[in-house]
């Protein structure tokens, strides 16, 4: 009983081997299956890898040719035609039925090339209206994929052609914007290949896509969270935890940490909403078990692109062996920073290059952000050589100060105290007022950006933070900004109702910009959440605390309790969506209408 | 139907190149079927209309942060054993329905009892409108209606139900009665996880009135406590089997109508039930 139990809870968590698309008529679209055969269970192949025969010392083509065997994987050229389904897949033993495009999951990936105007009809085949928004994408408003501000959706039937020059490089994705359709597998990458060449020329390339896949009906996890928000929970803390607490820290003080949480009637080990109880992690589509493999010869530069495509989930991500070069953020390059580990938020996406030196497999660990689960691929010279898996690293748990809350105001210290001693503050500033929707607001948010975030303090790992990030051509607008916007993060756990300044989508009227000011948007996360904001159409250039240019991202994490600052070219005139890109945060409310208006 | 209409008043979609907008290379024209001789030849500068409702930016987007939901739980649904009685069913149940702010909320507690009498036996369910009115609480009005042995009683409620602080989940409500009857009640508990699916849940109760009602075994003053502790074993989140002690102590007149009636002071009973919701 315990032995299958736990048997079964492997499964959920490793997912099947071979578990993947599967289409009507049973036949393995093949994203877990090995060139050489499924039943392996070994590699998955590398449809999405190419190798850079022109770049590559050896002048050999090294790449594996899978893309032959799945011409579908990839589309490139500048006319698409994308047919948005729905098809049985299964990843845990179960089969259920994804959103998909073409026909897979993962979407194709779409090759483009900079200057280059790309035409995409998008055909719905499902019952329900679906959309497709283009992340991170510089384009026309009605081009953006929006359903109620970008255009009215895609109706059962319909095809949407979307139209718009690309006038940027680097790696981005593309996903639903419909209701929870990207939860259930509408995703896809894009790889824009610039004008000029890479900046970074690697030999050798890889798409790696993180999801969250759930057997369980989205509409069901968000009605869960809605009625009891720790459902997926299972790191709450217990008695247990308590008296090993009090062993290491005192009893004293894991008293008066206890008595703080429990005066905030919030929960220390609320790191993700949904986790690794309900989600299993996917890379391109391919469950741990299925072990996404690509491969790479000894002494190869090969660039990751690496995007988080999942609708809950942030992932801690290191190649245990490899240092890993970061070389772009959001797309855009970056001055080049090596390090061992990095955190991606919820629609970020990195790339990385990495040169392994020996001709052995390694793995790239994607481990959940609350270290209940994780998505894995194998760094290989050939198919079928998997590596060690590390262990979970063990569950970490909020301290008072990533709640933004004024130490010295507290009775004693907690444990998290000692490790957040560095931290700045701001000055005093008197927190607004919300009603009742909104749980605590940080009386005095942390203004650093170079605290990786909770679970990877001190790790003995280089971590990169965005503290690290210089983005290489500078800012795209010279301009002091004009104007300060300031947007609390807020929400209430209990509750699950997510917001800004205390007000839901449905409470708030449009943030207002003027077509063509330079504006400085201040967030202050006033939750204990993590929240990648991502704003449609325009760029968010990080500043640092000082107001110096840092990084050009689409999407900006903000730690709990963390005040954060990025400057926006209002250059796009029309409306856009800003929202937090947890999928159920938005759904919950925290969503706003841009409107750029006043135009030439 | 609302969706149908909705369709209809975008469609046609026009894809078109507009010469001399820098800002963009491709405009979708939205035709209002309501305003096609207004706006033929008019290119709007943006598909979707600046002046639709909430409601029906729901419908397009299928987004929304109003939707309303239910819950229904069993917090107790027990048989007791122990005490005076042969043994009992006794539950301590609600539901709701409702958004962020306003729920209708249905509670319901009691005990059934099978020695003899078999009827039930002290219950009630009270009907609210629970508004949210703070971080932590919220208000709840409406009626309560009590049945079972003797003379039922009809109440106007106005209470309070929230997370105090330490994580207890706390109710108190005054009651009045269509006869000028008063009374008060008084709910906390707790959940203490010993592991993720072990959790011991202290409960405790205490009933007021203002009036003794003797057709009802009740004095006036504290009528009766009860404190338990309930262990339960999270088979699911929303599926656990529990076992449990109820110590129930009767105060003053109370004590007295129940001892004459063949009852005792206090009662200690040992319970296992399930606390399940969904």
Same mark, same amino acid.
């Not at chain 1, 026309?140 to 929006?146: K, L, S, T």
């Not at chain 1, 689409?554 to 409306?575: D, E, M």
């Given at each position: 009983?315990?032995?299958?139990?736990?048997?079964?809870?492997?499964?959920?968590?490793?997912?099947?081997?071979?578990?993947?698309?599967?289409?009507?008529?049973?036949?393995?679209?093949?994203?877990?299956?090995?060139?050489?055969?499924?039943?392996?269970?070994?590699?998955?192949?590398?449809?999405?890898?190419?190798?850079?025969?022109?770049?590559?010392?050896?002048?050999?083509?090294?790449?594996?040719?899978?893309?032959?065997?799945?011409?579908?994987?990839?589309?490139?050229?500048?006319?698409?035609?994308?047919?948005?389904?729905?098809?049985?897949?299964?990843?845990?033993?179960?089969?259920?039925?994804?959103?998909?495009?073409?026909?897979?999951?993962?979407?194709?990936?779409?090759?483009?090339?900079?200057?280059?105007?790309?035409?995409?009809?998008?055909?719905?085949?499902?019952?329900?209206?679906?959309?497709?928004?283009?992340?991170?994408?510089?384009?026309?408003?009605?081009?953006?994929?929006?359903?109620?501000?970008?255009?009215?959706?895609?109706?059962?039937?319909?095809?949407?052609?979307?139209?718009?020059?690309?006038?940027?490089?680097?790696?981005?994705?593309?996903?639903?914007?419909?209701?929870?359709?990207?939860?259930?597998?509408?995703?896809?990458?894009?790889?824009?290949?610039?004008?000029?060449?890479?900046?970074?020329?690697?030999?050798?390339?890889?798409?790696?896509?993180?999801?969250?896949?759930?057997?369980?009906?989205?509409?069901?996890?968000?009605?869960?969270?809605?009625?009891?928000?720790?459902?997926?929970?299972?790191?709450?803390?217990?008695?247990?935890?308590?008296?090993?607490?009090?062993?290491?820290?005192?009893?004293?003080?894991?008293?008066?940490?206890?008595?703080?949480?429990?005066?905030?009637?919030?929960?220390?080990?609320?790191?993700?909403?949904?986790?690794?109880?309900?989600?299993?992690?996917?890379?391109?589509?391919?469950?741990?078990?299925?072990?996404?493999?690509?491969?790479?010869?000894?002494?190869?530069?090969?660039?990751?692109?690496?995007?988080?495509?999942?609708?809950?989930?942030?992932?801690?991500?290191?190649?245990?062996?490899?240092?890993?070069?970061?070389?772009?953020?959001?797309?855009?390059?970056?001055?080049?920073?090596?390090?061992?580990?990095?955190?991606?938020?919820?629609?970020?996406?990195?790339?990385?290059?990495?040169?392994?030196?020996?001709?052995?497999?390694?793995?790239?660990?994607?481990?959940?952000?609350?270290?209940?689960?994780?998505?894995?691929?194998?760094?290989?010279?050939?198919?079928?050589?998997?590596?060690?898996?590390?262990?979970?690293?063990?569950?970490?748990?909020?301290?008072?100060?990533?709640?933004?809350?004024?130490?010295?105001?507290?009775?004693?210290?907690?444990?998290?105290?000692?490790?957040?001693?560095?931290?700045?503050?701001?000055?005093?500033?008197?927190?607004?007022?919300?009603?009742?929707?909104?749980?605590?607001?940080?009386?005095?948010?942390?203004?650093?950006?170079?605290?990786?975030?909770?679970?990877?303090?001190?790790?003995?790992?280089?971590?990169?933070?965005?503290?690290?990030?210089?983005?290489?051509?500078?800012?795209?607008?010279?301009?002091?900004?004009?104007?300060?916007?300031?947007?609390?993060?807020?929400?209430?756990?209990?509750?699950?109702?997510?917001?800004?300044?205390?007000?839901?989508?449905?409470?708030?009227?449009?943030?207002?910009?003027?077509?063509?000011?330079?504006?400085?948007?201040?967030?202050?996360?006033?939750?204990?959440?993590?929240?990648?904001?991502?704003?449609?159409?325009?760029?968010?250039?990080?500043?640092?605390?000082?107001?110096?240019?840092?990084?050009?991202?689409?999407?900006?994490?903000?730690?709990?309790?963390?005040?954060?600052?990025?400057?926006?070219?209002?250059?796009?005139?029309?409306?856009?969506?800003?929202?937090?890109?947890?999928?159920?945060?938005?759904?919950?409310?925290?969503?706003?209408?841009?409107?750029?208006?006043?135009?030439? | 139907?609302?969706?149908?209409?909705?369709?209809?008043?975008? =469609?046609?979609?026009?894809?078109? $190149?507009?010469? @001399?907008?820098?800002?963009?290379?491709?405009? *979708? &024209? #939205?035709?209002?079927?309501?305003?096609?001789?207004?706006?033929?030849?008019?290119?709007?500068?943006?598909?979707?209309?600046?002046?639709?409702?909430?409601?029906?930016?729901?419908?397009?987007?299928?987004?929304?942060?109003?939707?309303?939901?239910?819950?229904?739980?069993?917090?107790?649904?027990?048989?007791?054993?122990?005490?005076?009685?042969?043994?009992?069913?006794?539950?301590?149940?609600?539901?709701?329905?409702?958004?962020?702010?306003?729920?209708?909320?249905?509670?319901?507690?009691?005990?059934?009892?099978?020695?003899?009498?078999?009827?039930?036996?002290?219950?009630?369910?009270?009907?609210?409108?629970?508004?949210?009115?703070?971080?932590?609480?919220? =208000?709840?009005?409406?009626?309560? $209606?009590?049945? @079972?042995?003797?003379?039922?009683?009809?109440? *106007? &409620? #106005?209470?309070?139900?929230?997370?105090?602080?330490?994580?207890?989940?706390?109710?108190?409500?005054?009651?009045?009665?269509?006869?000028?009857?008063?009374?008060?009640?008084?709910?906390?508990?707790?959940?203490?996880?010993?592991?993720?699916?072990?959790?011991?849940?202290?409960?405790?109760?205490?009933?007021?009135?203002?009036?003794?009602?003797?057709?009802?075994?009740?004095?006036?003053?504290?009528?009766?406590?009860?404190?338990?502790?309930?262990?339960?074993?999270?088979?699911?989140?929303?599926?656990?089997?529990?076992?449990?002690?109820?110590?129930?102590?009767?105060?003053?007149?109370?004590?007295?109508?129940?001892?004459?009636?063949?009852?005792?002071?206090?009662?200690?009973?040992?319970?296992?039930?399930?606390?399940?919701?969904?």
């Amino acid at each position: 009983m315990t032995r299958s139990r736990f048997e079964s809870r492997r499964r959920f968590v490793q997912g099947l081997a071979g578990g993947a698309l599967v289409l009507a008529g049973g036949r393995q679209l093949g994203w877990g299956a090995s060139p050489s055969g499924a039943a392996s269970g070994g590699a998955g192949h590398s449809s999405w890898g190419i190798a850079r025969n022109g770049a590559n010392p050896g002048g050999k083509a090294i790449d594996p040719g899978a893309q032959s065997q799945d011409p579908g994987a990839t589309l490139s050229g500048t006319d698409f035609q994308l047919e948005v389904g729905a098809t049985q897949v299964n990843f845990t033993g179960v089969p259920r039925y994804a959103t998909v495009v073409n026909g897979r999951l993962p979407a194709p990936l779409l090759r483009w090339r900079q200057g280059d105007t790309v035409t995409i009809r998008v055909t719905n085949r499902l019952p329900a209206p679906t959309s497709i928004h283009w992340h991170g994408m510089i384009l026309p408003a009605n081009m953006d994929g929006v359903p109620g501000i970008s255009f009215p959706g895609i109706h059962p039937g319909e095809t949407y052609e979307y139209r718009f020059p690309v006038t940027q490089a680097g790696t981005y994705w593309y996903h639903s914007h419909s209701r929870f359709q990207e939860q259930i597998g509408l995703y896809g990458p894009i790889v824009i290949e610039p004008r000029g060449g890479e900046r970074h020329p690697a030999d050798r390339e890889h798409v790696l896509l993180l999801s969250d896949w759930t057997d369980t009906d989205p509409e069901r996890i968000y009605r869960l969270l809605k009625v009891q928000s720790d459902y997926f929970n299972s790191n709450r803390r217990t008695v247990g935890d308590f008296v090993s607490d009090a062993r290491k820290n005192g009893l004293s003080a894991t008293v008066s940490d206890r008595r703080m949480w429990g005066q905030m009637r919030m929960n220390a080990s609320d790191l993700l909403d949904v986790s690794g109880h309900t989600y299993t992690y996917l890379m391109n589509g391919v469950t741990p078990a299925g072990n996404w493999t690509c491969l790479f010869r000894r002494g190869e530069k090969v660039r990751l692109r690496i995007i988080n495509g999942a609708s809950m989930s942030f992932f801690d991500i290191r190649i245990p062996g490899l240092a890993m070069t970061v070389v772009a953020a959001d797309g855009q390059d970056v001055e080049p920073v090596t390090v061992d580990e990095f955190r991606i938020g919820a629609a970020e996406v990195y790339d990385v290059i990495v040169e392994p030196k020996d001709d052995r497999a390694y793995t790239i660990f994607a481990q959940s952000m609350d270290h209940t689960g994780y998505a894995r691929a194998t760094l290989a010279p050939a198919p079928g050589m998997p590596a060690d898996i590390p262990p979970l690293d063990l569950p970490a748990v909020l301290s008072m100060a990533d709640m933004g809350m004024d130490m010295s105001s507290m009775h004693h210290g907690t444990s998290g105290a000692h490790d957040m001693a560095h931290m700045s503050k701001t000055p005093s500033e008197r927190p607004p007022k919300f009603g009742p929707n909104v749980d605590m607001v940080a009386s005095q948010p942390r203004t650093t950006l170079s605290d990786p975030g909770v679970g990877l303090r001190n790790n003995g790992r280089r971590v990169l933070t965005y503290a690290d990030l210089r983005t290489i051509d500078g800012p795209i607008d010279a301009r002091d900004p004009s104007r300060e916007i300031r947007l609390h993060l807020t929400g209430h756990m209990q509750r699950y109702i997510w917001s800004f300044d205390g007000q839901k989508f449905s409470e708030a009227q449009p943030l207002r910009f003027n077509y063509g000011e330079r504006l400085r948007v201040v967030l202050i996360n006033d939750t204990m959440m993590n929240h990648p904001i991502h704003l449609h159409g325009m760029w968010s250039e990080v500043e640092s605390p000082g107001g110096d240019f840092l990084v050009r991202k689409h999407t900006v994490i903000v730690q709990p309790g963390q005040q954060l600052s990025y400057r926006v070219s209002a250059n796009a005139l029309g409306r856009w969506a800003f929202h937090c890109h947890l999928l159920y945060h938005m759904e919950a409310g925290m969503f706003r209408e841009v409107t750029v208006e006043g135009g030439p | 139907m609302k969706v149908t209409r909705m369709l209809l008043a975008m =469609l046609p979609l026009v894809v078109g $190149q507009v010469a @001399g907008a820098n800002a963009t290379t491709a405009i *979708a &024209t #939205l035709v209002d079927t309501n305003t096609v001789a207004d706006s033929a030849g008019a290119v709007p500068a943006h598909p979707m209309s600046h002046n639709m409702s909430y409601r029906e930016m729901v419908e397009v987007m299928q987004m929304d942060d109003t939707s309303r939901f239910a819950k229904v739980m069993f917090d107790q649904l027990e048989w007791r054993n122990g005490g005076t009685d042969e043994g009992r069913a006794a539950w301590d149940a609600q539901s709701y329905y409702g958004g962020d702010y306003d729920k209708l909320w249905i509670k319901s507690e009691g005990n059934y009892v099978t020695d003899g009498r078999t009827d039930v036996h002290d219950a009630d369910v009270e009907v609210l409108w629970d508004r949210v009115i703070s971080r932590w609480w919220n =208000l709840q009005a409406g009626g309560r $209606q009590d049945f @079972g042995s003797g003379q039922s009683r009809t109440w *106007a &409620t #106005l209470g309070v139900e929230g997370l105090a602080p330490q994580w207890f989940q706390t109710e108190a409500a005054i009651y009045l009665s269509d006869e000028g009857r008063t009374a008060a009640r008084l709910k906390a508990q707790y959940e203490l996880l010993l592991t993720q699916r072990l959790v011991l849940q202290p409960f405790a109760e205490a009933n007021f009135y203002g009036h003794s009602d003797p057709a009802r075994e009740i004095g006036s003053g504290l009528s009766d406590l009860e404190i338990s502790f309930r262990l339960r074993y999270e088979a699911s989140r929303q599926f656990a089997p529990y076992v449990g002690v109820v110590w129930l102590r009767r105060f003053g007149e109370t004590a007295d109508l129940v001892r004459a009636a063949g009852g005792e002071r206090s009662d200690l009973e040992l319970t296992a039930g399930l606390r399940v919701w969904f």
